[in-house]
């Protein structure tokens, strides 16, 4: 998997640890970023805290690399993703939608809920499923990170309302 980005907190070695163990478990090499610092300053409401404004600033850093330098697309995990090695392995030798906007991998932050039932076909996505790990397509960068930029609202939200408008992304599961 080219171009993959995973944002991890180099003081969090409790969780880098667990995050080596699964990276070598699916045979995956990503390039490490540091989150954006948190913004004390920043009020935090009841939908939207300081570690999500981290997220999504870290996000937008990410995004404008990839259009910087004309990547295709990228893949952007959160150093708590657990994989099922045999339904991963099926999703990277299967057949990839050739036009979307972004494929969520069905992986959570939980252990117990580790990428789940018939990985190795896509299907179309109405809403977000999970932002832990996603693949985005060139064809959304400008828009994404334009979104990023003027809303301070979690990731979720703002690739949902995308998903839904533009109707082509995809969730595998």
């Known amino acids: 998997m080219d171009n993959l980005f995973c944002i991890h907190r180099e003081q969090d ?3 880098y640890n ?4 699964e990276l070598d478990s699916v045979d995956l090499k990503p390039k490490f970023i540091e989150p954006e ?5 920043l009020e935090e409401t009841k939908m939207f805290n ?16 990839a259009i910087d330098n004309n990547l295709e697309s990228i893949s952007i995990m959160e150093d708590d993703c657990y994989f099922d090695k045999l339904k991963f392995d099926l999703f990277l030798g299967s057949e990839k939608p ?3 906007s972004f494929i969520h ?12 039932p018939t ?15 996603y693949i985005i397509h060139n064809s959304i960068f400008e828009t994404y990170i334009a979104m990023l930029k003027e809303n301070k609202l979690p990731i979720d939200v703002i690739t ?3 998903h839904y408008k533009r109707n082509d992304s995809y969730l595998v599961q």
């Open 160 to 162: 949902s309302y995308l």
């Open 105 to 116: 991998l069905a992986c959570s932050g939980s252990p117990k809920l580790k990428i789940e």
């Open 50 to 65: 300081r570690n999500m404004d981290s997220l999504r600033r870290t996000t937008i850093k990410i995004i404008q690399h």
């Open 13 to 15: 070695v409790e969780r």
């Open 98 to 100: 050739k036009e979307f």
């Open 37 to 41: 610092p948190i913004d004390y300053f």
């Open 18 to 21: 667990n995050l080596v163990l």
């Open 119 to 133: 990985i190795g076909s896509c299907h179309k996505l109405g809403s977000t499923y999970s932002c832990q790990f």
